[in-house]
């Protein structure tokens, strides 16, 4: 679903994940002759420590695959 001024900034490893925390980061997008407009983006406040997990575990996968 696309739903106009909002964008869901998560990584595939997000889905169902039970430490997944929102983050919402608010941007004023409005111009001078506009009625106020945010941009709102959405990410995890875990997604560095994700990542990390990700980048590791695919490379034991690697390593794993080529012993």
Do not use: H
Not at 13 to 41: A, G, H, M, R, W
Request: aromatic letters at 8%.
């Amino acid at each position: 679903m696309n739903v106009p001024g909002f964008t869901l900034l998560l990584q595939e490893f997000c889905s169902y994940c039970p430490d997944f925390e929102p983050e919402v980061e608010k941007i004023d997008c409005s111009s001078l002759t506009e009625q106020v407009k945010y941009c709102t983006n959405i990410r995890c406040t875990q997604r560095a420590r994700c990542a990390r997990l990700a980048t590791n575990i695919r490379k034991q996968v690697t390593t794993d695959a080529e012993a």
